[in-house]
Nanobody, 124 residues
Framework: QVVLVESGGGLVQAGASLRLSCAAS????????MGWFRQAPGKEREFVAA????????YSANSVKGRFTISRDNAKNTVYLQMNSLKPDDTAVYYC?????????????????WGQGTQVTVSS
């Protein structure tokens, strides 16, 4: 069982930055592929970014490419999402997810474990 706890969300103005963190339980965090997804009101959950177990492979959605960066610190069992140049369209609940196969997966169905989410609100 893996427990994921997100933090770092909040209310910011357009153009600001936030860094989300996701702390994971378990002694084999370094074998998990990790991802960030988001869900805005009235919309389906969408992929944001993913990172492989080693950190050597990352993928980002086109909508956030160049603005958001995913990274991980296996020594701290934590994955991060650095979000710069935030836009009102980035407003959503952001979820951290983990899977045990190690790859940087982009499909939500690939993930076995999910956090409770953290709210990010960007005002114009």
């Amino acid at each position: 069982q893996v427990v994921l706890v997100e933090s770092g969300g909040g209310l910011v103005q357009a153009g600001a930055s936030l860094r989300l963190s996701c702390a994971a339980s378990g002694r084999i965090f370094s074998s998990y592929g990790m991802g960030w997804f988001r869900q805005a009101p009235g919309k389906e959950r969408e992929f944001v970014a993913a990172i492989s177990c080693s950190g050597g492979s990352t993928y980002s959605a086109n909508s956030v490419k160049g603005r958001f960066t995913i990274s991980r610190d296996n020594a701290k069992n934590t994955v991060y999402l650095q979000m710069n140049s935030l836009k009102p369209d980035d407003t959503a609940v952001y979820y951290c997810a983990a899977h045990t196969r190690g790859s940087a997966a982009v499909a939500a169905i690939e993930y076995d474990y999910w956090g409770q989410g953290t709210q990010v609100t960007v005002s114009s």
